[in-house]
Structures are given as C-alpha cells and as structure tokens.
Nanobody
Framework: QVQLVESGGGLVQAGGSLRLSCVAS????????MGWYRQAPGKQRELVAT???????NYADSVKGRFTISRDNAKNTVYLQMNSLKPEDTAVYYC????????????WGQGTQVTVSS
C-alpha cells in the first residue's frame, strides 16, 4: 500500500504562483511514475504533469511553460511548481503514483484545492 498526502493549495490571484507537494509513504519502494491531475467543478479529472522515476516529464499542453513537476526520491516527495496561474487553473489537484510491474497499481491522494481569482 502507498499513501499520498498533498499540501500547498490555496487562494492566489491570477499571475501568482503556488507550489504543491505530495509526500508518499508506505510501500514507497514500489513507486514508479508519479504525477498530478486536476478536476474542476463539472469537469472530468485531467492530467496535469507526470514524472518517471528517472526524471522524464510530460505536461498537458495547457500548462506547458508555466508548471514544473519535480521529485525528490530521497524525501519521497513530488512537487508541482505553478507559475503564471490563470482562473482556469482553479481545481482540486490530486497526486498520483503508479507501481512498477504488471499490472500497475495506481494510488491517489485526497486532493488539495487551488483557487485562482481574476
């Protein structure tokens, strides 16, 4: 089992920045890729960014150039630095981790609210 706990959400004005953190605990040796997803009211959950255990990253087109995902394996933590925030970035942000192996087991955090005011 893997537990994920997010922090760092809040209210920020458009153009501002926030940094989200997600700390993993439990069977951390089994974790491969990690990522951030978000879900706005009335919308489906969508991918924001992912990072492999080796550090390769992938971003949604809507956040490229504004958001940066990183991970500190020694601290079992993945971060999402969000700059130039827009009102449309308002959502609950969820941390996600997938295990090595087949099949992959996916774990989710409880989510942290990010609200960007115009």
């Amino acid at each position: 089992q893997v537990q994920l706990v997010e922090s760092g959400g809040g209210l920020v004005q458009a153009g501002g920045s926030l940094r989200l953190s997600c700390v993993a605990s439990g069977s951390i040796f089994s974790i491969g890729a990690m990522g951030w997803y978000r879900q706005a009211p009335g919308k489906q959950r969508e991918l924001v960014a992912t990072i492999t255990s080796g550090g390769s990253t992938n971003y949604a087109d809507s956040v490229k150039g504004r958001f940066t995902i990183s991970r500190d394996n020694a601290k079992n933590t993945v971060y999402l630095q969000m700059n130039s925030l827009k009102p449309e970035d308002t959502a609950v942000y969820y941390c996600n981790a997938g295990t090595y192996g087949d099949p992959v087991i996916w774990y989710w955090g409880q989510g942290t609210q990010v609200t960007v005011s115009s």
